[in-house]
Structures are given as structure tokens and as C-alpha cells.
């Protein structure tokens, strides 16, 4: 499957598949030794002339009772009992190509006899001659057919690479309804192989209904994984929550099956389907995995409500901590990392998650918990990431001893330019402005335009455009910055407010640009936090309209005496009435 890779259901019926090949070909040799048993019955119609033919061989002289044989057919007797027992003679002597030529010339005599086809069919595929066998197998189909020869067509038309007879022959078998649980699977695999992945869903769908036990886990996500793949998306979120509905073990399953979701980019689906199951007393990984789909999403509401419920969750030990402890990690919420660490212990913090927590405690400016966790990094974490190493010893107040972990993060030769913005930061901390512009500059390239410094054109994250965005601001270079960014912010899309591109936007006087971000649905879901920066900015330049639009969101939200505060000055200053019908204290009119 072309975006989805391997998937484990496929994986499995795969390997059942030379298991199958041996049954198949062991059942072909048993009929090759019935139909020649078969052939040698029919002896007793031999004329008499042909006696000392079959004493012949009967002796061991196969030769001597072959060319008696042969001798009896070009004297006209080409009866079934003459030509079956010439044919035999051949096999017994290791000739089946001659038994072959035998049984087509009585076959062209009597094409619909399903005897002469049934042992000519075993010949062929003793012989390797697939083509044939398959058209034989066809032709006895046709006249009787049956549930094992289908199976039988299906396997041969595979080993062709006859993709189109393969999956006809797999449907025949399930509109008949002889197919097994694996018959669906192969079929599954053969319409996904060839880029019919909602058929192929479709068909996952019906062993559900067939074969209910086999309708498990795995293969319910590689249906999802189809219904993605065919951009069925609010489809395949239906039949997640239809085979989640009565499950004990959502725990587990409705986080493997929004990791589907999520690997398509689809973190919203993701976010619907884990919400759903995300309440007061849910399982620690549900809460954990809804917290991250939200966060994701950029639904930051819905990802503090799943933090805070899994946080005040009772704790079930050990494991409960650690998915707690991953989650705050991932999510950055230093005011749960502290505690959890005490209970934990700094020993039993994974690996992978020591540069995470000590990012974590740089922020939160821990000296005490970073001086911690940077003993516990080791030094192959430590020369893997230089550039965490050097931002460690810059907040543990040694600038000289991060100077040699900058210069060899310098030394790489990234194509990633969210590595060369970090390094930009790692150098403004060092006081090297110069340094840092370079490392911005190579980093931030204006799409479509040629490489700069061998960096690719490659679009950068939302994330990392606001990042550059605010060490243009700390380099006093915001016309540069703006110049840079507008375009790939604008490619990047936001379903956030991005606070730094609207203070470049307020530095460089773009000030209805500006407007149109908190007009948008990106500000209802913005953190105070970022309103109140962008209302004293505003404020602060005299953009007046905007420090106005901030504060009424402010009130709309929050509604505190500040807020409303904050909305009365920049009426005032915009000459508009500002009495509201809110609670504050009136002042004077004019």
C-alpha cells in the first residue's frame, strides 16, 4: 500500500500464504495420483489387440508397451481407453509432456469430458505450464464449478501476477460465501496493493459482518488506514466509534486507532474520537492521548481540560506516573513536572525524555531541577544534541563552557531550517548578535526563492515562523523579518493566534493585518496571556484600533476589572464612547 506501508493485518495474511501453497500443492499431487489411478481403470476397455502392450508394461518394459501403444493410435484406435493408458505409460516413464500432447488431442475430440480436462489440468501443473492449467481450470469451472477450484483459479492467477482474474476470482468466493476469514484479507491486500484502498475497506468491512472474531484491532486500523488513504476521513472516524461503541479495552484500542488519524495529519479526528472517551476517572492513556491530539489540533482548551483531569486523576503507580510525567513533558507544563519527578525519582525518567525536561526546566528557569537533570543527561545525549547542551550551561550561568557545544552545532550542515533558527537563539543567548543573524538568515528562506548559504527552499513549521518571528524583533531588524515571513506564514496556516508575527506586524506598522488575525477564529481560543501582550504592544505603539479589539476580546472572556479598564483607555484615546454596561466605575464625560 503506497501511504500506509505494511499494514500488520496484511503483513499477517502474508505469511499465511506459503503455509496455504503447501495444502494447495499437496491436494494437487493426491488428485495427480487419483486421476492416473483413474486412467489405469480404464484398461479393461483397451481393445485386444493392445494385451501385450499393457504385459509389457506391466513388466517394467514402459518402452517396449509405449511404442505398442503408439503403434495401436496411428492404426486409428484413438479411443479414451487407448490414449488414457498411452498417457499413463508416458507419466510412469517421466514423458508427462508427452501425456500431455496425448490428453489436447483427445481433449480436441471431446473438449466438454471433465475426466480427459481433470487429468489433463493435474499434467499441466505438474509440468509448470500455468498459462494452460489455468485456462483448464477455467474450462472445468465453467461446466462444474465448485468452491475449491475458485480457491484453487485465485492462487494461480497470483502466482501469474493476473491481478485483475486474482481479485475476481477472491470476490467470486465471497459472493458465493465459501471464503475464509484470509480469503477477505488477501483480497483487502490485492485491491489496496492496487489502489482501490475503498474497496478494499469495503471488504474489511464485510469480514466483520463474517467473521466477527477476525475482526480485530489490527485489522479495524488497517480499515481506517484505507478509508484515509481514500480520503473518506469522516467515514472512517464513524467506524471507529461504531467498533469502539461496546468495547471494554478503549484504553488501548481507541488510542491505537487514533494514531491513524494523527499519522494523516488529521489531529482533529484524532481529538474527536479520543474526546469521547476523555472524561473525569478515564483510563490514564486516553486522557494522555486526548491531551496530545488536542495539542496537536491546537485545541489548547480541550488539551489543558485532559491535562488537568489526568493530573488530578488518582494515581494507579508506577506506569499511571509515567504517563503522566510523558504527557506533561510533551506538552510543556513545567507546574506538573516538578511534583511528578519527586514521586518518580530523576533514576527512573526514561532516557528519551531527559532533553524534553530539561528544555522544560530551562524555561521555567529551575536552576535546581536542570543542574539535576543535566547530570543525569549522558554524554552520547550530550554530543547528539549540542545545541541543548550549550542552552544548559547558558542557564546554569556558564557562557564560556557553552561556547564549544555552539561551535560544533555551528559545524553541522543542516538542511533544516528550524535547526538553524534554533542556533540563531543558542547565539543571541551568547551575546553574538552577528552570529545569530547569520544563522537566521540561513534559515529563514522566502519561498521559492534560490538557497541561501546551501539551505533548501523548505517551508517552515507555524511554530518556527513565529520563532524567527520574534529574533527579528530581538535583532531590531522587524522589516527584515516581516519581509521574510509574511509569505511562509501565510503557507504555513494557523489555526492559533501566532504572537510573534503579530508583534512583527505591529513593529512594522501592519496594523490591519493585524485586526484580521484577532477578527478570525484563530483569536477565541488564544491564551490570555497573548491578548494582553498584543493590547499593551498595541498600547504601546499607538495602535489604538488594535489595543481596542484586544481588550474586547479580553472583556468578551475574561471580563475583569482590568479588562474592562484596558477597553475604556483605548476608547478613550479612539474618541469613542466608553461607559459600558459592565461593572467598573464610571468616570467623568467630557
Known sequence: MKRAGRLHALARAQALWPRRMRTFLERQALALVLVVMAIGCSVMLLPRNADLALQDIARGDLGSGISRLEEEVRRGARSPAVVAALSRARVDSGDVQGAITDLLVLRARHPDDMSILTALAEYLSAAGYLDAYAEALEKMQSLSPTAAR??????????????????????SLLNIGAAGADDYLDLAQALATHGRR????????????????????NTVHMELALLVAAGDEDVALERARAWLADRRDVAKTAPALAEVFAGSGRYDLAADLLDDFASEGAAPEILAAAAEANHSAERLSAAERAVDMLMARRSLGAADEQVRLRTAVHLRKPLYVGGLIDRIGLANVPRDLLPALAEIAIISRDKDLLRRVYRAVPEELQLAQPQLTANILISLGSNEAAKPWAHLAAREDWDDAGALIS????ELRLKRPERALAALRRGVVLAGDAPVGGTSAIPLSRQEIDDAAVLFMLLDRPREGWRRLSGLQAHAGSSILDLGMIRLALATDKHDWVLSQLSGPTAADAPISYLEQIAADAIRRKAYPVAESAAAILCSRRGSDSDQLLLAQTRVELRKPWVTNLHIASYPKD
Do not use: M
Not at 497470483?158 to 486474482?166: A, G, T, V
Open 150 to 171: 475458485q480457491r484453487d483459479l485465485s492462487q494461480i492467477y497470483d502466482n501469474l501476477e493476473r491481478p485483475d482474474d486474482y481479485i475476481s476470482a477472491l470476490s
Open 198 to 217: 475503498a474497496e478494499a475497506a469495503g471488504v474489511l468491512k464485510r469480514l466483520g459482518q463474517a467473521f466477527p472474531e477476525a475482526h480485530d484491532l
Open 423 to 426: 542556533l540563531a537563539s543558542l
